[in-house]
T-cell receptor, first 114, second 112 residues
């Protein structure tokens, strides 16, 4: 069975500090991976997606960047946090290939920037 | 403007009643997914549709196969555990297979 982990579970960070959030998928080779951001009480905004190692497409950057250093790992980061980065970050995966399919979401990371 | 318009924004149901949520799309969509988000933030996939209808227990979803401009989620015999925020998300027919646009959600509260 496939499992998706996100770390950390929650973070409180200062404005201007760096950030790194991680996502790992186990039990599925070469998944498509996605990062989403959700403001408190808001909807989900897709940020990035990746269909293969080393390749990341940006949907909405929000002064964030993403990388896929391994087949099963997706990293979201920034060198300088803004207050507007606060929210809930969700990683998701879908089956490999070019056909749109169900996306399965991780448990998320809550970020508070002060 | 928003490509995915979800309604209603909030809904209160008594246990045992039926209702429907709707998503209208401002452009033709390739597929639609429905999710439920619980109070902890976990997002559960309910349905993925490229066309037609799907049913799972008391939930049933439909995607307009002809014009591909709306989708519905029907809840039958609502139970307390159905409470949560329901999102639809759609992939644009003219866009990438991987880009999903979410609606603003429907906050559903089921009461005894």
């Amino acid at each position: 069975a496939q499992t998706i982990h996100q770390w950390p579970v929650a973070e409180i960070k200062a404005v201007g500090s760096p950030l790194s959030l991680g996502c790992t998928i186990k039990g599925k080779s070469s998944p498509n991976l996605y990062w989403y951001w959700q403001a408190t009480g808001g909807t989900l905004q897709q940020l990035f997606y990746s269909i293969t190692v080393g390749q990341v497409e940006s949907v909405v950057q929000l002064n964030l960047s993403a990388s896929r250093p391994k087949d099963d790992q997706f990293i979201l980061s920034t060198e300088k946090l803004l207050l507007s980065h606060s929210g809930f970050y969700l990683c998701a995966w879908s089956l490999p290939g070019g056909v749109q399919d169900t996306q399965y979401f991780g448990p998320g990371t809550r970020l508070l920037v002060l | 403007g928003d490509q995915v318009e979800q309604s209603p924004s909030a809904l209160s149901l008594h246990e045992g009643t039926d209702s429907a949520l709707r998503c209208n799309f401002t452009t033709t969509m390739r597929s639609v997914q429905w999710f439920r988000q619980n109070s902890r933030g976990s997002l559960i996939s309910l349905f993925y549709l490229a066309s037609g209808t799907k049913e799972n227990g008391r939930l049933k979803s439909a995607f307009d196969s002809k014009e591909r401009r709306y989708s519905t989620l029907h809840i039958r015999d609502a139970q307390l555990e159905d409470s949560g925020t329901y999102f639809c998300a759609a992939a644009n027919s003219g866009g990438s297979n991987y880009k999903l646009t979410f609606g603003k959600g429907t906050l559903l509260t089921v009461t005894p």
